[in-house]
């Protein structure tokens, strides 16, 4: 079985910067980290290929220093690494990632299975999973907790729903994305550290994808943001005490007060 495992490198949440003027993360100096949910489903690539043979292959999007993004899937165990990177795919939204991504997989080829994170963190919009099957018109499920069985060209699920899971059965190839119970990402081996520390991986542009330019980067992307800001700090809560109708009587008042009722 042929996997593909979809991986996103993000800023570490404690050092987001926004550009002003093109309303986008500024990634170039940033500390960056493999997208946590996408770790998940690097490790699920590899219990798959250990229980049912085949290959890893990891893909990501991004700039020349996504690659440490690569290494460090190549340190867990994955077999190979690409890096799909061009000034042309700059400013892409779910949609032409999600596109241009699509048209990595196709070029790659005889490909079984994709896994993908649930969703990234620094956008949260868990589309460009769902996005690669659309484009690729195979089947996908979303919120995957655990892959029963890959048996004659049937993949059985779990998918993770409020109060419980559902059970389902779809035809390769297909895409899964995958949630954190699914399993638990291991620690990189020393061969495979060194392994990834010599790793350099294989580079895509626009022009080996053969996509439409009016369809990547930001010339290709239908959704817009138009302002982003960091949300001013509200005044401090205040905690009521005494009875619940003291409680009750006392925030009414208060509502009444700021003519929120």
Same mark, same amino acid.
């Given at each position: 079985?042929?996997?593909? &495992?979809?991986?996103?490198?993000?800023?570490?949440?404690?050092? %987001?910067?926004?550009?002003?003027?093109?309303?986008?993360?500024?990634?170039?100096?940033?500390?960056?980290?493999?997208?946590?949910?996408?770790?998940?489903?690097?490790?699920?690539? $590899?219990?798959?290929?250990?229980?049912?043979?085949?290959?890893?292959? +990891?893909?990501?999007?991004?700039?020349?220093?996504?690659?440490?993004?690569?290494?460090?899937?190549?340190?867990?165990?994955?077999?190979?690494?690409?890096?799909?990177?061009?000034?042309?795919?700059?400013?892409?939204?779910?949609?032409?990632?999600?596109?241009?991504?699509?048209?990595?997989?196709?070029?790659?080829?005889?490909?079984?299975?994709?896994?993908?994170?649930?969703?990234?963190?620094?956008?949260?919009?868990?589309? &460009?999973?769902?996005?690669?099957?659309?484009?690729?018109? $195979?089947?996908?499920?979303?919120? +995957?907790?655990? %892959?029963?069985?890959?048996?004659?060209?049937?993949?059985?699920?779990?998918?993770?729903?409020?109060?419980?899971?559902?059970?389902?059965?779809?035809?390769?190839?297909?895409?899964?994305? +995958?949630?954190?119970?699914?399993?638990?990402?291991?620690?990189?081996?020393?061969?495979?550290?060194?392994?990834?520390?010599?790793?350099?991986?294989? &580079?895509?542009?626009?022009?080996?994808?053969?996509?439409?330019?009016?369809?990547?980067?930001?010339?290709?992307?239908?959704?817009?943001?138009?302002?982003?800001?960091?949300?001013?700090?509200?005044?401090?809560?205040?905690?009521?005490?005494?009875?619940?109708?003291?409680? &009750?009587?006392?925030? $009414?008042?208060?509502?009444?007060?700021?003519?929120?009722?």
């Amino acid at each position: 079985m042929n996997i593909v &495992v979809s991986i996103k490198q993000v800023p570490d949440t404690t050092e %987001v910067r926004i550009n002003p003027e093109t309303n986008t993360l500024i990634r170039d100096g940033v500390p960056s980290i493999v997208n946590p949910f996408d770790m998940y489903a690097i490790e699920e690539a $590899i219990r798959l290929k250990e229980r049912f043979g085949g290959t890893t292959t +990891v893909i990501t999007m991004g700039p020349p220093q996504a690659k440490e993004a690569l290494r460090t899937a190549i340190s867990m165990g994955i077999d190979e690494g690409i890096l799909v990177s061009d000034r042309a795919f700059a400013g892409s939204d779910t949609w032409a990632t999600s596109l241009t991504l699509a048209a990595t997989i196709r070029k790659l080829g005889n490909i079984d299975l994709i896994i993908c994170g649930k969703q990234a963190m620094d956008g949260d919009t868990a589309q &460009v999973g769902p996005g690669i099957a659309e484009h690729l018109q $195979i089947p996908f499920v979303a919120y +995957v907790k655990k %892959v029963e069985d890959v048996n004659n060209g049937i993949i059985r699920v779990q998918r993770l729903m409020e109060e419980g899971y559902d059970v389902i059965e779809m035809p390769l190839p297909a895409l899964i994305t +995958v949630v954190k119970e699914i399993n638990e990402p291991r620690i990189p081996s020393l061969k495979g550290l060194m392994r990834a520390k010599k790793f350099e991986p294989k &580079v895509f542009t626009a022009n080996d994808l053969a996509v439409n330019p009016d369809e990547i980067g930001l010339k290709g992307s239908p959704t817009l943001v138009t302002r982003i800001f960091t949300p001013q700090p509200k005044g401090k809560g205040e905690i009521l005490s005494g009875t619940i109708e003291h409680q &009750v009587e006392t925030l $009414i008042s208060k509502l009444r007060e700021q003519k929120i009722i």
